[in-house]
Nanobody, 121 residues
Framework: QVQLVESGGGLVQAGGSLRLSCAAS????????MGWFRQAPGKEREFLAG????????GYADSVRGRFTISRDNFKNTAYLQMNSLEPEDTAVYYC??????????????WGQGTQVTVSS
């Protein structure tokens, strides 16, 4: 089992940037594909980005492709989400997740507690 803790959320103006971090502990981080999701009030949780165990394969939702970048550092047991050109519509609670199946768009087993991102217009 792996435990995940997100950080880096906050308040930012439209057009700004934030980098979210997801620190993993417990079982080996390098056994899991990692992903980022978000959930806005009144909406379903939405897949944003995923990265393979090695970091060699990534996948993105259309809504964030070209603005967000997922990465990981297997030595630091940490995954990241670099978010640029933020828009008010990006306001949500952001979650990282781990997939023991190694899949990057589905099959996530473990979730962090979430970090709030608020983008002001």
């Amino acid at each position: 089992q792996v435990q995940l803790v997100e950080s880096g959320g906050g308040l930012v103006q439209a057009g700004g940037s934030l980098r979210l971090s997801c620190a993993a502990s417990g079982r080996s981080f390098s056994n899991y594909a990692m992903g980022w999701f978000r959930q806005a009030p009144g909406k379903e949780r939405e897949f944003l980005a995923g990265i393979s165990i090695s970091g060699g394969t990534t996948g993105y939702a259309d809504s964030v492709r070209g603005r967000f970048t997922i990465s990981r550092d297997n030595f630091k047991n940490t995954a990241y989400l670099q978010m640029n050109s933020l828009e008010p519509e990006d306001t949500a609670v952001y979650y990282c997740a781990a997939s023991s199946r190694g899949t990057i768009r589905y099959g996530y087993d473990y979730w962090g507690q979430g970090t709030q991102v608020t983008v002001s217009s």
